[in-house]
């Protein structure tokens, strides 16, 4: 057992009588104050909460005069929890109850004897697990997610008003938009860091700014994380979003006029693969494919033949709404025979790729772009992967050809979420994620919902309620979201309803899993989207469905 303990001026005495006393039940790390003369107490209060924070030390004790100083500056710090004590009984209920892991004391509140027993006891008792107890511990940790941003509650307090609804929508309603996730504490905290005050035009070590060395070691781990997770050759992070780094992969590449032949927007494409009110299809000459009608998923012969009657420049594969894996090998052998460069944009399937739930570009593609969001449930920004041969036209087309300053927070927000990426609880939550996806759909499917393609293999599936109901995917989207239950409406292959209507909604389940939910949390939620949809103009069922997706979102808290 490893216990930090500091104490300022007036506890120095009383901390030398606890190193003492301690010294045979644990290793001491002792953070000071080395001297009876005056001195600050946050200052030892911050180092003691650091070492717990971060998990170096087992507990940690301060002392102060009072002690009330030292818990106030200790529980500033996340993962603290820090108890003031002045008795045995208090400090076993502080462990018991609280699971506190800092003992904070008054040296004019207690002998240093008794310091001692309430040290021992403070270090001996376990913290309870009952649920009442955890569940407390938990309300108690995060504010209701609020102390996130507590500060603004004066500083700003019409956008704190806007984060609190926010925080409260995601806490009470069933998210499933497939482009959307939640990010960990820990992601938010880097994207919120000093790290956004740096101007660091260029790269790490090749800046046109002084005063880069931190950002320069963030980015350079998130570039690296990257290259580890996806075993790429090389990483750009700097790109500020997936259409971004769609960009810098033709101004890499290509020139304006030449062909791209990519996936059609309707068909599941994205706006930056070529949709004509896009700077891809007005900058480029867009060739579109399509799945095939029947089967409603990818004709590889067919997109063969395509390929090598256009002979594109690029190759362009990867979509925001088709639910079939890709095969990457065979579109790879496309690219060899029509001559062009294999370019994926993996921004939906990241996740599933990182987690080992989906095969990989990778290995295949000449490059590789992505969000950060989406299943990898990172920071919203985006990222190039390529082979290491097209490195130096990748970095000069990000910086200086489109993007100036990079936003360095949120680079080392990427890293974080890379890092924990690499964690092997992900590949559990990956894997998840498609089995909570397939209950889902067969759920919906079951009801007597058309699915497109008639299935899915990844995070999402398209519901055709035009051909099943008679009703839009706009009217399903709103009736949905009425009942607490959010998706988006969607154009499916072949739409015969305009793109703002559409005749189909998309159903994702990467943020529900992050939330822990599973098999049969799919299929009271699919239950539910068939109940609403049954019945679109019940206003009672809506009300109905929203109490009850409102109780089971509030079971499974948002990280």
Known sequence: MKIAIGADHGGYAMKCVLLSSLGAKATMIDAGTDT?????????????????????????????????????????????????????????????????????????????DYAAEIASAFIAT????????????????????????????????????????????EDTEINLIASENFSSRACREAAGSVLM?????????????????????????????????????????????????????????????????????????HLSHGSPVNFSGKIYNIVPYTVDRKTEMLDYDALEAQALEVKPKILLTGASAYPRTLDFKRIREICDKAGCLMVVDMAHIAGLVAGGAHPSPVPYADFVTTTTHKTLGGPRGGMVLCKAQYAKALDSAVFPGMQGG????????????????????????????????????????????????????????LVDVKTTKGITGKDAAAALDAAGIVVNKNTIPYDTESPFKTSGIRVGTAS???????????????????????????TSIQERVKREAKALALGFPVP
């Not at 376990?126 to 941003?149: C, F, K, Q, T």
């Open 126 to 169: 376990p913290a309870d697990a009952s649920e009442r107890h955890v569940r407390r511990r938990w309300l108690n940790e995060r504010a209701g997610r609020l102390s996130d941003a507590s500060g603004l509650a004066k500083a700003d307090p019409e956008i704190f008003a806007a984060i609190v609804a926010q925080t409260e929508q």
């Open 512 to 538: 529900v899993t992050t939330r822990g939910m599973k098999e049969p949390e799919m299929i009271k939620i699919g239950t539910w989207i068939a109940d609403v949809l049954d019945n679109i103009a019940d």
């Open 406 to 461: 990079p936003l360095e927070n949120i680079i080392a927000a990427k890293a974080v979420c890379f890092r924990e990426w690499m964690q092997p609880e992900k590949k559990d939550y990956a894997a998840q994620v498609v089995k909570n996806c397939a209950v889902l759909c067969k759920t919906v499917q079951d009801r007597g919902y058309r699915i497109v393609s008639g299935g899915t293999d990844n995070h999402l599936f």
């Open 36 to 112: 009876r003369e005056s001195c600050d107490y946050p200052e030892y209060a911050r180092a003691v909460a650091l070492a717990v924070a971060k998990g170096e030390v087992d507990f940690g004790i301060l002392v102060c005069t009072s002690g009330v100083g030292m818990s106030m500056s200790a529980n500033r710090f996340q993962n603290v929890r820090a108890a003031l004590c002045a008795t045995v009984d208090a400090a076993v209920m502080a462990r018991q109850h609280n699971d506190a892991n800092i003992l904070c004391l008054g040296a004019n509140s207690v002998s240093a």
């Open 197 to 269: 005050n740096k101007y660091a035009e260029g790269y790490p070590g090749k800046r046109w700014y002084s005063g880069c060395l931190p950002v320069d070691a963030a980015e350079e781990l998130a570039r690296t994380r990257a290259c580890r997770l996806f075993g790429a050759e090389h990483a750009n992070v700097q790109p500020h979003c997936g259409s971004a780094a769609n960009m810098a992969v033709y101004f890499a590449t290509i020139k304006p006029g030449d062909t791209i032949l990519s996936l059609s927007l309707d068909q599941g494409g």
